[in-house]
């Protein structure tokens, strides 16, 4: 099971908005721009959306 990672807020030279996401020890894990990282949380559901909708459905 993966766990929540905390993003920091860095910006590119080019002024472009990122996030970055640190390991336990401080390393950078993983860096992306701010509108695809946005856009791929818009695109998930939660685990309360998902459970919302299954209580939805049953009834």
Request: without cysteine; charged residues 40%; glycine residues 4%.
């Amino acid at each position: 099971m993966a766990t929540k990672r905390k993003r920091t807020t860095h910006y590119s030279v080019a002024g472009t908005k990122l996030y970055a996401v640190r390991d336990a020890k401080g390393r950078f894990v993983d860096i992306q721009t701010y509108k695809r990282a946005h856009s791929m949380d818009m695109k998930r559901k939660s685990k309360a959306e998902i459970a919302a909708a299954k209580k939805k459905k049953k009834k």
